[in-house]
């Protein structure tokens, strides 16, 4: 499709409890980026994969967070043990590999509508 | 490591007003440049993009932006508000980066209001 499709729109989660979000990348964009956005403030960058391997982790709080991008399924991005401090709105932005089939950065990120996360 | 700044969380412009959207950057490579927009419960849209070439950048719904390097900044400004300007703008920086990329970082945006 021609939009990044992110789902659920909206989780509640008790704190503990485990979260599991979505993301479709456009068809035929090879890098999906992951941004946690909290009080529509600061985009934290949480991951990044370049198709179905992990290109820069960097951002990832790695003991409870994990992500995917498997072949021929969405993205998804699982939250174990969720704490109030995890309550945002999860961002996936995809984009198309650049012109020597790599990304440069200079490549246009096109976000989804988001999956707010609120945990109770 | 790269970073962007944007003067004032809260901007209000009058409808017809003159919007202005400040952007400074920190680089330690060559820059390149983006504004988004962001409605409400929505996704982040780009409205342009500098990378190289003209340093005057222009984009959707209006929108452009210059590219200064002596000032390290890349204001956003539109002649005439309408109100179907109200949302918040979030500028960005990214860059070239020898066998890899830089990821793309976010100011932390700024909400203009457009008041009739």
């Known amino acids: 499709g021609e939009e990044v499709a992110q789902t659920p729109k909206h989780l509640v989660r008790g704190e503990g409890q485990k979260a599991k979000l979505y993301c479709a990348p456009i068809?035929?964009?090879?890098?999906v980026f992951w941004y946690q956005q909290v009080l529509k403030n600061e985009f934290k960058f949480l991951i990044s994969f370049q198709n179905e391997n992990v290109f820069d982790e960097t951002g990832m709080p790695k003991e409870r967070f994990s992500a995917k991008c498997l072949p021929n399924s969405p993205c998804s991005l699982e939250i174990q043990a969720t704490k109030l401090e995890d309550s945002a709105v999860y961002f996936c932005a995809s984009s198309p590999p650049g012109v020597r089939g790599t990304y440069s950065g200079a490549n246009v990120l096109t976000f989804g509508a988001g999956s707010r996360l609120t945990v109770l | 490591a790269q970073s962007v700044t944007q003067l004032g969380s809260h901007v209000s412009v009058s409808e017809g007003a003159l919007v202005l959207l400040r952007c400074n950057y920190s680089?330690?490579?060559?820059?390149?440049l983006f504004w988004y927009v962001q409605y409400p419960n929505q996704g982040l849209q780009l409205l342009l993009k500098y990378t190289t070439g003209a340093t005057l950048v222009k984009g959707i719904n209006g929108f452009e932006a210059e590219f200064k390097k002596s000032e390290t900044s890349f204001h956003l400004t539109k002649p005439s508000a309408h109100m179907s300007d109200a949302a918040e703008y979030f500028c960005a920086v990214s860059g070239p980066f020898p066998g890899g990329y830089q990821k793309v970082t976010f100011g932390t945006g700024t909400k203009l209001q457009v008041i009739p």
């Open positions: 680089s330690s490579v060559p820059p390149y």
């Open positions: 068809k035929g964009h090879s890098y």
